[in-house]
């Protein structure tokens, strides 16, 4: 059994430690809020986007945007959304694991040739694949300081910009979905070429609209708006996924360092009766050797 000495500087080591836990998961809720907020605000406008573009591209016969012009994936573009903080769960690992999977299952022959690209948004994404010497463009760890949609613009820019020009025919885009604080879904979805909808699928209503200047202008103005929308929309889903994820986590670790402790403190107590026992009987001992 450990010495009383050691005990009590374990038990103050987990005292510390469980309030560093507490006072994170107390941030990570109020900045959780704030995140929550900006993501639901976007919702609504990013689907009702979707479908306007989704029913007015149905029905046209061909559009020569070059943001829907498939071509042969020989050259792929992957957009990892991270953070970049740590503790935070799984959440970094969730996300590095499904590109990994993703490259392994429909990309290994581009991966091999190297003409698969990331462009990691967040810290520990960028560390990752640039520690393994993947084709890492770019550095966007700083758009967490400021995170509005002027600064993700930017990115999506660049990223739309070197798709025209042929520098990837595909662009895969993956991060966390926030559905609450315990549950994110990691998504992966095609930024590029925009994908085509279905006549058959799309909901079609009975309201007759006036299209200035036309329809075919509408939707080629419409395509880039709903690309910087998809991508700005991952980013604020993963920022309010990673709060949620870290107030999980540090709830999960101060309740853990409150059970060590109650252990620790059932420990010292048992080594200090032990003490107290051992030195009754000494002095039991004595004074019956004395008496003797």
């Known amino acids: 059994m450990a010495n009383l000495k ?15 836990t507490k006072a994170m998961k107390m941030v990570s809720a109020a900045k959780l809020k704030r995140a929550t ?5 976007l919702r609504p406008y990013a689907t009702k ?28 573009l992957i957009v990892v959304v991270s953070s970049n903080r740590g503790l935070a769960g799984a959440f970094n690992m969730n996300v ?42 770019g550095n966007n760890n700083e758009v967490y300081n400021a995170l509005t949609f002027e600064n993700v613009t930017k990115i999506t820019d660049a990223i739309m910009d070197g798709f025209v020009k042929g520098e990837y025919d595909k662009v895969e885009l993956i991060y966390n979905h926030f559905k609450n604080a315990a549950v994110q879904i990691v998504t992966t979805e095609q930024l590029l070429p925009v994908a085509k909808t279905e006549k058959e699928t799309v909901k079609t209503s009975n309201t007759d609209y006036i299209l200035e200047p036309s329809q075919e202008e509408i939707v080629e103005q419409l395509i880039p708006k709903s690309i910087k929308i998809q991508l700005y929309k991952a980013v ?5 996924s990673e709060h949620g994820a870290r107030m999980t986590s540090m709830d999960k670790a101060t309740e853990n360092a409150g059970e060590l402790l109650k252990a620790l403190k059932l420990s010292y107590n048992q080594a200090r009766q032990a003490a107290i026992t051992t030195e009754l009987t000494e002095i039991v001992s004595g004074a019956a050797a004395l008496n003797g």
């Open 6 to 20: 050691e005990v009590r500087i374990r038990i103050s080591s987990v005292q510390s430690t469980q309030q560093i």
């Open 37 to 41: 907020n900006a993501i639901v605000q």
């Open 49 to 76: 986007l979707k479908d306007i573009l989704a029913n007015l591209s149905a029905s046209l016969e061909g559009s020569s945007s070059p943001f829907i012009q498939e071509r042969e994936p020989n050259k792929v």
């Open 96 to 137: 590095i694991k499904a590109t990994n999977n993703l490259i392994a299952e429909k990309y290994s022959t581009q991966y091999q040739n190297g003409n698969v690209h990331i462009v990691a948004i967040g810290k520990k994404s960028q560390e990752f694949y640039e520690k393994r010497n993947y084709n890492v463009v």
């Open 236 to 240: 604020l889903d993963s920022h309010a």
